[in-house]
């Protein structure tokens, strides 16, 4: 079975820049999320979909960072303008289904590492 | 005070030791309690899965909730030096409308040959 895929693995932009990062759950995932992990943190929830629709965006940064999951299976995550404070590793992880059951197990892609100079 | 509070180390120990690792919360509503482990550049992967409170083990591995004193370990037993990796605990509450996990930073840890 193949993992979750993210691109690019690497990125540095300068700040102000555009950035857009791809990902692409395993098959059958209903539910992706982004996360972002700054060095020497874990992982922080930005962002939560089920399907097509967004369950959780609390902690999404709504003036710089956008997601969309159209047609419901890959999904991209954007920054405009970049931060310096952006420079972290954006983590994308996907379960199959959420429907209250507790915890899903969630299956995490390799991460884009963003450099913002 | 953090949701999740958990010791960065590093943690260096030899190989063959016994590894405790440890995290601590505040929040009352956790039920799901988790173990992931993360290699250098490469994402989480899920260890261990515990709901409420009580032990599990799985191989070299044994994790352990207690509720009351909002704690929760992981012990790996006979260490060896693949095991060397960062350690994070998640953790997320019963039901609700979302699967968020909270996760504690990690910590890293070290097995020397």
């Known amino acids: 079975e193949a993992g979750v895929a993210q691109s690019p693995r690497y990125k540095i932009i300068e700040k102000r820049q555009s950035v857009a990062f791809w990902c692409n759950p395993i098959?059958?995932?209903?539910?992706l999320y982004w996360y972002q992990q700054i060095l020497g943190q874990g992982p922080k929830l930005l962002i939560q979909?089920?399907?097509?629709?967004?369950?959780?965006d609390s902690q999404l940064p709504k003036d710089r960072f956008s997601a969309e999951r159209l047609k419901g299976v890959d999904s991209t995550l954007k920054i405009q303008p970049a931060k310096l404070e952006d420079s972290a590793v954006y983590l994308c992880?996907?379960?199959?289904?959420?429907?209250?059951?507790?915890?899903?197990?969630?299956?995490f892609g390799p991460g884009t590492r963003l450099t913002v100079l | 005070q953090k949701e999740v509070e958990q010791d960065p180390g590093p943690l260096s120990v030899p190989e063959g030791a016994i590894v405790s690792l440890n995290c601590t919360y505040s929040?009352?509503?956790?039920?799901?309690f988790m173990w992931y482990r993360q290699y250098s550049r490469k994402g989480p992967e899920l260890l261990m899965y515990?709901?409420?409170?009580g032990n599990k083990e799985d191989g070299r591995f044994t994790a352990q909730v207690d509720k009351s004193s909002k704690y929760i370990s992981l012990f790996i037993r006979d260490s060896q030096p693949s095991d060397s990796a960062t350690y994070l605990c998640?953790?997320?509450?019963?039901?609700?409308?979302?699967?968020?996990?909270?996760f504690g930073t990690g910590t890293l840890l070290a097995v020397q040959p």
């Open positions: 992880a996907s379960s199959l289904d959420l429907r209250d059951k507790g915890s899903d197990t969630q299956y």
């Open positions: 098959s059958g995932h209903a539910t």
């Open positions: 979909f089920q399907n097509n629709g967004v369950v959780d």
């Open positions: 929040n009352s509503a956790f039920q799901y």
């Open positions: 515990t709901y409420s409170s």
């Open positions: 998640a953790m997320s509450p019963v039901g609700g409308a979302t699967n968020k996990l909270i």
